[in-house]
């Protein structure tokens, strides 16, 4: 029976607790981080499947914020900056930032002040919309400088050339060579309608910089004189500032303030340190204050990373919304962050799993990766303890279920959490040659030699080293300007659905640092050969391993209880059917399948795109009464394995449908699937369809009828020798007998 929730927590509460006092024993601060995913309740808009980016993902990131802000971060400032920017994405892609200085006091008093995407604002009718020039001028005074706000504006000629790439007609000066010199064309009063808002200032940018104890200014005026004109582009204008059009020795930073989408927004430049950015802020307020203004919104660059400040970032992501959580260097602050972020997500309509077609709850399918670290470089976990990276790798390797259990239906070589072994064949040979090299080193390690030892080992099977199951791109990379953090991310964990499940996983993470830091594991990597994609991909066979995982802790002073894991059980590997005869039962659950990733192939808008194929499954049948039987699948018979507790399992891989591209397109579906099941006498007992999709009956919707055959006249004879079974699977897109 699967305890209660409110059970798990306290029992996981328990187990993070004994982990922080052993960790404390040797010295070590651990912190802990992690991404978890979001949707919304009906995710239907393309911002919730394919697309990144979305007005309706923007307002659900707005609100989730304030929620945090609130009730997990009081007196923080919500801050809209710049995430990450793509290949083939025109801007950066936004990034929400909850921002919090040290000490007690607030970095901004009166939200009502802040726009904060119009989310949980109450506005005072008295307030009014205050010009650009006006904040921006009011602003300088309180800062104590004499500074004057710049106009600046958009860039007529660029925009009309931008029009005309894309196949316009704007009245662009035309040159003749009859004539030898350009001719000027008549603009109709359709065209000045359209390009006179070009001629007014876009915005008013005050430069701003400061220096020790106090700001300064400067007058920009471009080296060619005339007017400052925007970078071409769409964004905030505080990111197109043509900073290389000024003099040199020019201040080469502003803060801009311009009217977007009815509001004042401000972009805040980047500032030397943290006090800076709190004195900035409270100048800004002071400013709003005393002009009486309507709400205004928050852009620009956050302070730098400074010890003290806790930081929460909310990014788009294509399909969900991701968090990203401030490092916790114990259990209480990381319990308190998670359970606060997933009851602010439910209050604004978000969750951490979606419904598959199929009608089954699944992960939201945007991951939620596990970050260690520490502190700092010099207080760094896995510098001082040189075993305890080596231990992590060992121990993931040897139990294929912490690769499996906790991963999204996407598993195997062309993942984006590839394990050591599914990447190139040499690795985990020379992966063995490099830890025992880190393990024979002493402490504290040099970082870049870490670095240097495991990035060509920790990588996929293209060499992209972030896409490892366990990957140290974020450690000491040298070709990353954020890379040099010391942290050590592990990837083959989706999102979970609640909760209790995502800090059990992060329970199990902690407690496993904390033994190996005193006790470190050193047994050697294994070859599994076959076994890997066989036998470990089917449940009952995952969980056997899990349990010695979790044995492997009790043994080391934990009390960790397989129930806790149920529900993560239950929902990676979810019961299809269950089905009696008699005191027979036999149970069918999914098990987990690799998709293999298909060659580049052209697309209409040009480029080069890479299918998965995902056109396979595979099921798990678990017999749990004792006796002797066989299973035969569309007339193959099952491999049935025994199980270490009693009873017996098999698993299945067949073709559900035929994709336009795939692998062996002549292998045509093999469903419904025929399961019949005989006795030791060769006798049927009973025989059942598996659909794909569930069908709808009187019961419900049911992946499994009784099959509408007479017995000896079924769809698929009964084959004598079947050649498509391994190690306790049976792989019919391996038999090409031609009637399965």
């Known amino acids: 029976m699967t305890p209660s929730k ?6 996981l509460h ?16 651990l912190t802990q981080g992690g991404e978890p995913t979001f949707i919304p309740e009906n995710p239907l808009r393309p911002e919730w499947n394919l697309e990144a980016l979305g007005e309706e993902k923007l307002d659900y990131a707005w609100r989730l914020c304030g929620e945090l802000s609130r009730n997990l971060l009081p007196g923080s400032v919500l801050l809209r900056s710049n995430g990450k920017h793509y290949p083939g994405e025109p801007i950066p892609r936004w990034k929400l930032m909850i921002l919090r200085a040290p000490g007690e006091d607030p970095l901004w008093r009166d939200h009502n002040l802040l726009l904060n995407g119009g989310n949980g604002t109450s506005v005072d009718v008295k307030r009014k919309m205050i010009s650009p020039r006006k904040f921006l001028s009011s602003l300088a005074g309180e800062l104590g400088i004499s500074g004057v706000a710049i106009p600046v504006y958009e860039d007529l000629h660029a925009a009309m ?13 035309r040159y003749s060579r009859t004539m030898n010199g350009f001719i000027l064309p008549r603009w109709t009063s359709s065209e000045r ?10 915005g008013w940018v005050l430069p701003l910089a400061r220096d020790q104890e106090s700001w300064k200014t400067d007058h920009w005026t471009p080296m060619s004189g005339g007017d400052l004109l925007l970078l071409p582009g769409s964004s905030s204008i ?22 977007r989408e009815n509001a004042l927004h401000l972009f805040l430049p980047p500032l030397p340190d943290g006090e800076s950015f709190v004195r900035l802020l409270a100048a800004i307020e002071k400013t709003t204050v005393q002009l009486g203004s309507y709400p205004i919104s928050l852009e620009g660059y956050p302070p730098p990373h400074e010890e003290g400040w806790d930081c929460i970032s909310v990014i788009p992501d294509p399909g969900v919304i991701e968090v990203n959580l401030p490092p916790a260097s114990d259990w209480k602050t990381f319990e308190k962050t998670l359970l606060a972020l997933f009851e602010g997500a439910a209050k604004v309509g978000l969750r951490g799993s979606r419904l598959s077609p199929t009608g089954e709850v699944i992960p939201t399918g945007g991951g939620a990766h596990l970050v260690l670290g520490g502190p700092s470089l010099d207080q760094n976990p896995f510098l001082l303890k040189p075993c305890l990276l080596p231990s992590f790798l060992r121990f993931i390797q040897r139990h294929p279920s912490l690769s499996y259990l906790f991963s999204g239906r996407f598993v195997g070589p062309s993942s984006q959490a590839p394990r050591i072994d599914e990447s190139c064949f040499e690795i985990p040979h020379a992966l063995e040659i490099s830890l025992r090299i880190l393990e024979s080193l002493p402490a504290p390690l040099n970082p870049a030699l870490v670095d240097a030892i495991l990035r060509n080992l920790l990588l996929d099977l293209h060499g992209n080293t972030h896409r490892s199951e366990v990957s140290v791109d974020k450690f000491f990379n040298p070709y990353m300007p954020n890379g040099r953090l010391g942290l050590v991310e592990f990837r083959s964990i989706e999102m979970s659905p609640d909760a209790s499940s995502f800090l059990a996983i992060h329970a199990l993470w902690r407690a496993l640092a904390a033994v190996f830091v005193t006790s470190p594991f050193k047994e050697p990597l294994i070859d599994w050969k076959d076994q890997l994609h066989t036998t470990h991909l089917l449940p009952s066979f995952l969980m056997h391993d899990f349990e010695e995982v979790l044995g492997f802790l009790n043994k080391n002073g934990f009390n960790f209880r397989k129930e806790w894991f149920t529900p993560h059980f239950d929902y990676r590997f979810p ?54 039987f066989e299973i035969t699948i569309n007339g193959n018979t099952l491999p049935l394995k025994p199980l270490p507790g009693g009873g017996m399992a098999g698993g299945v891989r067949f073709r559900t449908i035929l994709l336009p591209t795939c692998l062996h397109p002549t292998i045509t579906p093999h469903t419904p699937l025929e399961i019949i099941l005989f006795n030791a006498s060769g006798e049927e007992m009973g025989a059942w369809d598996y659909h794909p999709m569930p069908v709808m009956t009187d019961g419900g919707k049911r992946f499994i009828l009784p099959s509408q055959g007479k017995k000896g006249a079924r769809n698929h004879p009964r084959k004598i020798k079947t050649a498509a079974s391994q190690l306790g699977t049976l792989d019919l897109m391996a038999d090409l007998s031609g009637d399965s």
Do not use: F, M, Y
């Open 161 to 173: 050339r931008h029009a005309a790439a894309l196949g316009e007609s704007p009245p662009l000066p």
């Open 193 to 202: 309608q359209k390009w006179r808002p070009l001629n007014r200032a876009k």
């Open 6 to 11: 409110t059970s798990i927590l306290a029992g």
């Open 575 to 628: 019961v299809l059917a269950t089905e009696r005869l008699g005191d027979l039962e036999w149970i069918l659950r999914r098990a987990a399948e690799p998709w293999p990733l298909l060659g580049e192939q052209p697309v209409p808008t040009g480029g080069l795109v890479r299918c998965v194929d995902s056109s396979t499954e595979r099921l798990e049948i678990l017999i749990n009464s004792p006796g002797s």
């Open 238 to 259: 505080g990111l197109r500032l043509p900073l290389s059009s000024l003099p040199p020795g020019s201040l080469a930073s502003a803060i801009t303030a311009e009217i």
């Open 14 to 29: 328990a187990e993070g607790l004994h982990a922080d006092e052993l960790l404390a024993e040797a010295g070590v601060i």
